[in-house]
């Protein structure tokens, strides 16, 4: 299937670092993002939320997961507009300590303007009035919670 603006793409067979998320997840998924069209999405990785080409950095394995009805595009443009706005690393560092760790709870408040891929892509549809996954929580959210979504 080929994405559509808006749809959302799940990442798996991780390389290198991105190895350490499908460990702590228990997954094979490692990101995910959103569709802008001619193979670019809009992500939040570790420099920041960014568009980026998906064929100049090699990224070819994909689930692609179609938006909910007229919420894709408008989640997309939501997305778009936090272009520049910084990656939430001590957001991540918390998820997977209180991941690894059952009894851990840090009390941690994440910045407005700083998003972990999930965050990014679950605040995204938030803003359309599309709740994606219901029972977490922006700043709890992983990549491996958007494999509920995929379509059997």
């Known amino acids: 299937m080929s994405p559509q603006p808006g749809d959302i793409c799940l990442f798996y067979n991780a390389r290198g670092l991105a190895r350490l998320i499908t460990w702590f997840t228990r997954s094979r998924y490692y990101h995910v993002a959103l569709y802008d069209g001619d193979e670019h999405v809009i992500e939040a990785r570790p420099r920041g939320v960014v568009r ?3 064929q100049e950095a090699g990224e070819h394995y994909y689930i692609v997961i179609p938006a909910p009805k007229n919420s894709g ?6 997305a778009k507009e936090q272009l520049g706005d910084g990656y939430d690393v001590p957001g991540v560092l918390v998820l997977v300590l209180e991941r690894l760790f059952d009894n851990l709870h840090l009390n941690y408040k994440p910045s407005h303007n700083r998003f972990s891929c999930g965050e990014l892509v679950l605040c995204a549809f938030r803003e359309t ?3 994606l996954l219901p029972e977490h929580s922006p700043d709890t959210v992983v990549p491996a919670d958007f494999a509920q979504l995929i379509r059997k």
């Open 52 to 54: 980026r080409n998906l």
């Open 73 to 78: 595009e408008r989640a997309l443009q939501w």
């Open 129 to 131: 009035g599309t709740n």
